[in-house]
């Protein structure tokens, strides 16, 4: 029957949209009549209880109703966007609207006219999908209290690095790289990474907590104490890390890698990369029922899936090559999923991931260890590196890379079928699905 992991996330995803559905009756009882002829009893129970609690977990999304035009008096600034901020008033979050200069953490005490978000924008859209039902105008500002806890601390590190840092423009990019702080980073910038295909390596990433998770224990590796206690506090370092960061999705998925990895060094048990991808994936639907409808959540793992896949594709040691493949792998898996959700596709991502990616894991370890005091000096490092980056993005803008192309959900599911068929013979399944919607497509276009 294969990885049991497969079947319970692919049941735990289906309870969570198809709760209104016959199809949700009908999933357990095939499954047990499928145990039964295979006796395969434990593995149709635990999808089952998947597929309830994915029923269950659905229940928890239902939108809470706030009054047109009503006014809040009290808000927290949970993120800071580029121009605007997300904010929530007694649990419900808002894009609120201000030219005031607020923190992350910050307690806000003032007047906010509420308007309900239509949806008549992409970006609209995606707020909705993302949970966010409603924005609030400021209209004017009593009090703010100053961030505490982690925070807090999160807005000294933003701050030193603009210390450290004064030009705009690197700060802005070294706080995006370190902490996920986004607000700073050039316009300009941040479309020259979108244009080049590379703006999954400025985003916090499953790559950045392995290096930083790597520069801890180096930094670990002097002490006199025992190789399991220097994993255990790695772990715990790179933990608060997450935090920092708030725990998005790629970021939350590497620190359970290294904690499961970590457990098993301990434990002295094997770990298996597919497993630990299943399981991680699992655990985060389960604790954070946003992922769910999180377009960075999918993508993310997408990208990791096409890392794993590598090795059995290309049969080769040498690390550039096996570098180029894997972000070829990647662009393919990941193109049809651009093309349908966001509109767009950037080819370059092979050739660029390639060259930029030296530069990145050099500059990340020098980044966080300049805000250090008395490390300083490698911020003339770091500024190199920076210069050296910004060029080559300059210069992939100069290139026909990026296309706006989109696709609706039926060549979406031909595509990304095709996709998986080609590149992993194991998955025969995707023939047949590919087939079906490549001659539904083919009518649909002929009726027309």
């Known amino acids: 029957m294969g990885n049991p992991l497969y079947y319970i996330l692919f049941s735990l995803i289906s309870g969570f949209f198809l709760k209104d559905s016959i199809i949700l009756a009908l999933l357990p009882i095939s499954f047990i009549l499928l145990s039964v ?13 998947s597929l309830f609690s994915g029923y269950l977990l659905s229940m928890q999304n239902d939108m809470t109703v706030v009054a047109e035009n009503d006014y809040v008096i009290e808000m927290n600034i949970e993120r800071a966007l580029r121009f605007d901020y997300i904010a929530s008033s007694k649990n419900v979050k808002m894009l609120v609207k201000t030219e005031f200069s607020l923190f992350e953490g910050d307690r806000v005490f003032g007047a906010f006219k509420v308007r309900r978000i239509k949806g008549n924008t992409d970006y609209e859209k995606y707020l909705l999908e993302s949970g966010i039902y409603y924005s609030a105008k400021c209209i004017s500002i009593d009090s703010v209290k100053s961030s505490g806890g982690i925070e807090r601390i999160r807005t000294l ?8 840092y004064p030009d705009a423009k690197v700060n802005g990019f070294i706080n995006s790289l370190l902490w996920g702080y986004r607000k700073d980073l050039n316009s300009d910038l941040k479309k020259g990474f979108l244009h080049s295909g590379v703006i999954h390596l400025i985003a916090i990433s499953g790559q950045h907590t392995t290096v930083i998770f790597a520069l801890i224990m180096l930094i670990l ?54 497993n630990m991808l299943l399981i991680a994936m699992i655990i985060m639907l389960v ?12 993508l993310s793992f997408i ?10 594709i290309v049969k080769s040691n040498n690390s550039i090559v096996k570098t180029a493949a894997s972000s070829l792998i990647i662009l393919l898996l990941t193109l049809p999923f651009m093309m349908f959700r966001f509109k767009y596709v950037s080819i370059g991502s092979p050739l660029f991931t390639l060259l930029l ?9 020098l980044g966080l260890l300049s805000v250090i005091p008395r490390m300083s000096f490698l911020k003339v490092i770091v500024h190199s590196l920076f210069f050296f980056i910004e060029r080559i993005i300059v210069f992939s803008e100069s290139l026909p890379l990026f296309f706006n192309i989109s696709t609706d959900y039926i060549l979406f599911i031909f595509l990304f079928g095709t996709t998986l068929l080609v590149l992993n013979k194991q998955f025969r399944t995707s023939a047949l699905i590919s087939a079906l919607f490549f001659v539904y497509t083919v009518i649909k276009i002929n009726c027309l």
Not at 38 to 44: G, H
Not at 357 to 365: E, I
């Open 37 to 49: 002829m295979k006796k395969r009893l434990l593995i149709a129970l635990s999808i089952t209880l």
């Open 157 to 164: 590190l933003i701050n030193r690095v603009k210390e450290v």
């Open 221 to 274: 590796f002097p002490l006199p104490i025992g190789r399991k206690v220097k994993m255990l506090i790695g772990m715990a370092i790179i933990i608060f890390y997450g935090f920092l960061t708030y725990l998005n999705p790629p970021v939350m998925r590497a620190v359970l890698f290294i904690s499961i990895i970590i457990a098993g060094e301990i434990l002295s048990r094997d770990t298996d990369n597919e």
């Open 287 to 298: 604790f954070n029922t946003k992922n769910f409808l999180d377009e960075g959540f999918m």
């Open 303 to 312: 990208a990791v899936y096409g890392l794993f896949i590598t090795p059995r």
């Open 357 to 365: 990616l030296p530069f990145f894991n050099t500059l990340l370890p």
